[in-house]
């Protein structure tokens, strides 16, 4: 028991003075003060370094805090943990003072506590916020402009802070404007703004202007007065004299236009007369306080009193604009009387014929009159006359149609004019009648048709005619009432297949013109002409077996299939030992000629299959027939009672053939012994 208490007592020795003498301390401090910022600056813990210290003899864990002045942001870490005697700066930290934040001096402090005793060291930083933000107007304060006149002066703005910034630009009073409305400089950027003013109408004198440039994000503004000056520089009176006048219609007055520049200035006018009112100058420069006369030549189109208004603009003020104003009067000084003979003419259709037409000045001035008529030709459609002149104009007139046509001449001079007529009377003096026949028909190329033309005189006196009619002319004479038949025949050489119209003109000496028209329709060529040739069981072609030695006639048909008469060439293409009956056939439309095609091989033929056509040729028409012929050695036996009906049926077709002519003949009879020989060896040897 005694030992158990010796060594409780002596452990607690042990601990009590270490107990006693343990300690806890924290040091802050500044290593790099930054003492000059701008607003907006972000100060980090690299700009501070601030260094925390543990005095203590145990590990600690120190606080950290900051206070910022008002409407400051900022973060600093919340601990740091440090073994005895160790140091640590502060790695994590910054602040910023706001964009709008007034230069002057501010103090933030930092405060570091320790966790284990509670002991704080603090330290202040005195931050000196800079004016970094500014910016400012220079260029021209004064200007001057005309009255009711734009204005444009230029102003140069300069960032003269330190950073990049936006501006907004703004003017005052609201007849100005600047442009840009905004900007974005660097810092000591200059751009220079466009100030334009457009003062009321009515404003004159010297006006105060202000120009200014506020920043979108900091206290940077800046304000310029300027004065403008505005003048009046274009003003004039303009007057028209006389203020009024009268004038006979047709004839001119003169008026003059004064000018009085009464402005600042030079000026030039522009002059704006009506359409009827000449000027002669239209535009003309005038000096300050100078004076111009312009003269004005007025024309009326009518008759009565107008105003006449002419507007005088200044070119360089064309707002200003002045109305000069006067009258004029048009009277009737003009008259004109106008009278033709003879009252009536009778004349034939188609000649020609002149009425005289007086034309008299019965006004008081010299008055030009424009003629004008609703049939004929004048000689002469202008004529100036003095009061009380007259002169006489020939019209000559070509009648037309038989009947009574009203002639009238009239005489104008503006809005005063007169008129008289005559009477032309036109008789059907000359005229004729035609017919031709048929009217219409239908043909093939190469066609001859006659045509019967009758013309008849059914005018009042002879006349000598001419009928063309394309490919030759006819003349002739007829007394009145004489008629004549005329027979002409022509060929029809249109091409095929087309509708063709052919005119008869008549003609005659006294202008009598008639025109006939007739319709030749031209078949297509394969219906005036086209042909068939085939054989006697109507095949187009055909297979026919023969031996050396024998005979065979093969009877054709050609038939004419168009409308029209042929005669049609024959020949055969084949070996030379194929020969038709006949050469050359004539077929009416639909007839059918019969012939023979001899076929007729001799000893020696080469056995194999030839190929016979025969053609018939018109020009027109082409038609064709193929005989397929094969030549054997010999017949065979059970075709031997066949082959012989075949020749016995074709000695009665060869021998009626053989009428038509010698030559024919004579090939029968050879190919009828070439026959005779080759059955007697078939019988004999078999």
Not at 149 to 159: G, R
Not at 505 to 529: A, F, I, P, Q, Y
Not at 636 to 644: H, L, R
Request: proline share 5%; net charge negative; charged share 20%.
């Amino acid at each position: 028991m005694n030992l158990r208490y010796i060594l409780a007592v002596l452990v607690l020795l042990m601990v009590v003075p270490g107990q006693a003498s343990a300690y806890y301390g924290v040091s802050l401090d500044i290593l790099y003060d930054v003492s000059q910022v701008c607003p907006c600056d972000i100060i980090s813990a690299d700009d501070i370094q601030l260094q925390v210290t543990n005095y203590g003899t145990k590990t600690d864990t120190v606080m950290l805090s900051m206070e910022l002045p008002d409407g400051w942001s900022g973060f600093i870490m919340p601990e740091v943990t440090l073994a005895s005697g160790e140091s640590s700066l502060v790695d994590s930290a910054w602040l910023t003072p706001p964009c709008s934040t007034e230069p002057g001096t501010y103090t933030v402090k930092f405060r570091a506590e320790s966790a284990m005793s509670g002991k704080v060291s603090e330290k202040d930083v005195t931050l000196d916020i800079m004016r970094c933000h500014d910016v400012g107007f220079s260029g021209e304060d004064y200007a001057a402009t005309c009255h009711a006149q734009p204005k444009t002066l230029s102003v140069d703005i300069t960032n003269r802070g330190k950073v990049r910034e936006t501006f907004r630009i703004s003017s005052y009073p609201e007849w100005t404007i600047a442009t840009p409305g905004e900007v974005t400089l660097e810092p000591w950027e200059t751009r220079t703004i466009s100030l334009t003013a457009t003062p009321p109408a009515d404003m004159l004198g010297r006006q105060e202007i202000t120009l200014a440039a506020e920043s979108d994000s900091s206290y940077a503004a800046a304000e310029k007065k300027l004065t403008l000056d505005i003048e009046q520089c274009y003003l004039f009176l303009a007057k028209l004299a006389p203020q009024e006048d009268t004038v006979c219609f047709g004839n001119s007055a003169d008026y003059y236009l004064t000018i009085d520049n009464l402005g600042t200035k030079a000026d030039t006018y522009r002059i704006v007369t009506p359409a009827w009112v000449s000027s002669e100058k239209s535009t003309l420069t005038i000096p300050s306080k100078g004076r111009a006369v312009v003269k004005l030549t007025a024309t009326p189109v009518e008759r009565g009193s107008r105003d006449i208004s002419v507007y005088v603009t200044s070119v360089n003020n064309p707002t200003s604009i002045i109305t000069a104003t006067s009258s004029l009067s048009a009277v009737d000084c003009t008259a004109v009387a106008v009278s033709m003979s003879p009252a009536e003419r009778t004349v034939c259709r188609g000649e020609s014929t002149d009425f005289t037409v007086r034309v008299e000045n019965t006004g008081t001035v010299v008055t030009s009159y424009t003629l004008d008529s609703t049939m004929g030709r004048l000689d002469r459609e202008k004529l100036v006359l003095s009061p009380g002149e007259s002169q006489n104009v020939v019209l000559s007139v070509k009648s037309g149609k038989e009947g009574m046509y009203p002639v009238t001449v009239d005489a104008t001079a503006g809005d005063v004019s007169d008129r008289d007529s005559a009477t032309l009377v036109v008789r059907k003096c000359h005229d004729a009648v035609m017919d031709v026949k048929p009217e219409a028909g239908t043909y093939c190329t190469g066609d001859r048709q006659a045509f019967e033309v009758y013309v008849k005189n059914t005018g009042d006196f002879e006349d000598s005619y001419v009928l063309d009619y394309g490919s030759g002319t006819r003349e002739f004479y007829l007394q009145p009432g004489d008629s004549i038949k005329l027979n002409i025949e022509m060929s029809v050489d249109y091409p095929w297949g087309t509708e063709n119209r052919m005119v008869f003109e008549l003609s005659s000496r006294k202008g009598v013109h008639l025109e006939r028209t007739v319709t030749l329709n031209v078949s297509e060529k394969d219906v005036c002409h086209a042909a068939r040739l085939f054989t006697a069981d109507g095949a187009a072609e055909k297979r026919i077996d023969t031996v050396v030695g024998y005979g065979l006639p093969v009877e054709l048909v050609l038939r004419n299939m168009g409308t029209r008469p042929d005669t049609y060439n024959l020949s055969v293409n084949g070996p030379e030992w194929v020969h038709l009956s006949t050469r050359s056939v004539d077929l009416s439309p639909l007839e059918e000629e019969r012939f023979y095609l001899y076929i007729s091989p001799p000893f020696g033929a080469e056995y194999k299959d030839y190929e016979v056509t025969v053609l018939a040729d018109s020009g027109s028409s082409l038609a064709g027939v193929r005989i397929d012929t094969s030549v054997l050695e010999e017949i065979p036996e059970n075709e031997t009672e066949q082959s012989m009906g075949l020749f016995s049926g074709g000695f009665s077709g060869m021998f009626s053939a053989a009428a038509y002519n010698t030559e024919v003949v004579l090939v029968g009879m050879l190919a009828l012994f070439t026959i005779i020989l080759v059955v007697l060896r078939f019988l004999v040897f078999r």
